[in-house]
């Protein structure tokens, strides 16, 4: 079995708290069929469950060009801001990626 390629370092879950309120987050990479295996597309699928909204989802890219992340399928409820979050959290998850295969 040590030639099964582990890809569960592409998503992560993480909770978001704000005024009072709790709701969870999960985070995956979007895959695309490369001819080494899968490989990341860039782009990131999010579920959500809204503490008043109920269950959502989206994607999630970083636009290179502004800078920052963004989304074009998020419900309107979603702020800015919590994109924004979704984003630095991604950020992170990489950032501990990477020191960990130094």
């Keep these: ?3 099964v ?12 708290e ?3 309120s709790r709701c969870y987050v999960s985070i995956n990479a979007q895959m695309y069929c490369d001819e ?13 469950l809204h503490p008043h909204k109920g269950s959502c989802y989206f ?5 290179h060009d502004l800078s920052k992340w963004i989304t074009t399928d998020a419900p309107s ?3 800015h801001r919590f994109i924004a979050w979704i984003g ?3 950020d992170e998850r990489k950032m501990v990626s990477i020191s960990e295969t130094v």
């Design 59 to 63: 994607t999630v890219e970083h636009d």
């Design 36 to 48: 080494d295996g899968l490989a990341p597309t860039g782009s990131y699928f999010v579920y959500c």
């Design 5 to 16: 390629i582990d890809y569960t370092s592409e998503g992560f879950m993480v909770p978001y």
């Design 77 to 79: 409820f979603i702020e």
């Design 18 to 20: 704000r005024d009072d």
């Design 88 to 90: 630095e959290k991604i």
């Design 1 to 3: 079995m040590s030639n």
